[in-house]
Structures are given as C-alpha cells and as structure tokens.
C-alpha cells in the first residue's frame, strides 16, 4: 500500500510521494525533478550495454500518481530527456501526453534541457526558465537562494545511507528540506544518489517499500 507524507511547509502544506515526486494540494501540482527520461537509451546509443526499461516504468510510475491524485498541473524541475539521443523516449513521452491532454505541463530548463533541447511543439509543454516563483515557492532546478520564497529544486539526485549491523549499508532515495530549500529525490531510476552528510537544520524523508519515512 502506498503512504504518502504530508509534511507543513512555507506556509503551505505539501505531501511527499514515494514514486519520488512532491504534490501540492493547494494548487492541485505535481512537482517532478531530474526524470532524465532516456538516459539508458543514450549510454546504449553510445556504446554502453545498460539495460532497456527505465523510461517505460518511470513513465508507468507517474501514471500511477495520476490515478490517485487529482492532478491540474505537473511543474517538471529540470533535466526532463537526458540528452538528444533519447528519441525513443520522446515517443514514449507523446504516448503518455496523449492519455493526459488535460494535464498542463511546466518545464524548467535544467542543465541537461539546455543539451537536449526543449520537448517537441507536440507535447505542449510551457517552457521557463529558473527560478519560477509560485506563492511562497520558488522552483527550481538547481538549488539556490531566491528573496522572499522557499526554494524547491532538484538536479543533485539526493539520497541517504542507513547503516545496520556490521556492514550492512541501504542507499535510498530521499527528500531533503532545509531552512530556505528543499531537494526532490530524482524521479528517474537510472540517477545515482547524491549522500552528503546532513546540515544542520536540514530534515530528511527516506523512500521504501512504497512508504515516506522521516529519518
């Protein structure tokens, strides 16, 4: 069963998903950082022999919150295709858009959109720049300072490691809020973590077996 976690924030309530995405009720918005949709396609389109399925269960991952949230407005926080080899994943990326015409779509260029180039026409995606202030939030894709709002920002990939007995180690994904930004884990499986020690403050939010735990 999935348990999401609903946490105050800015003001504002937001919840914490497991299928790594952020949902802000007040404005019925999903937030979704670093998806990198066709990453294993580009390292295969390279010469690198990774395995093929990334996109496709990602893509059924947020269908699945779709189902279960009334989602108005997905706000993509960066590095939406990983590189412009990722055609495949443009096809996949049309076959879902499809499903969710009435679904508005915001994109804010990340480092890796710069490469690959803002989605085709066809999508219908709004395209913005960083940072893209909405009420007490700024978002964003790499984490910053913005005047005045609370940072949501992607691009690091956050995670954590929970040590048990001997040498027993678990790498989770994770959120990470600090005093003025928060980190959204990347929504894509083929990221790596980012497991920088915690700073004073900051809160983290692990992700497993379906479940948000506060750590």
Request: charged content about 20%.
């Amino acid at each position: 069963m999935t348990q999401d976690l609903a946490i105050p924030c800015a003001g504002d309530t937001l919840w914490l998903l497991p299928e790594r995405a952020l949902w802000w009720p007040a404005q019925r918005m999903l937030m979704v950082a670093d998806a990198h949709f066709g990453k294993a396609a580009t390292f295969r389109a390279r010469g690198v022999p990774v395995p093929a399925g990334s996109t496709a269960r990602a893509v059924a991952r947020l269908d699945a919150v779709l189902a279960r949230l009334p989602v108005a407005h997905i706000a993509w926080l960066g590095d939406l295709l990983h590189a412009r080899e990722a055609v495949a994943a443009t096809e996949a990326l049309a076959a879902w858009r499809a499903r969710h015409a009435q679904i508005a779509c915001t994109l804010v260029r990340g480092n890796h959109d710069r490469h690959a180039g803002d989605p085709p026409a066809s999508l219908d995606f709004n395209v913005v720049e960083e940072p893209w202030t909405m009420g007490p939030f700024a978002l964003c894709h790499e984490p910053q300072d913005v005047a005045g709002h609370y940072v949501i920002a992607g691009h690091v990939h956050p995670g954590v490691i929970l040590s048990g007995r001997g040498r027993d180690r678990l790498r989770l994904p994770c959120f990470r809020f600090g005093k003025t930004c928060a980190l959204l884990p990347a929504f894509g499986e083929f990221t790596g973590l980012w497991t920088a020690p915690v700073a004073p403050g900051e809160r983290l939010y692990g992700i497993a077996d379906h479940k948000v735990w506060r750590l």
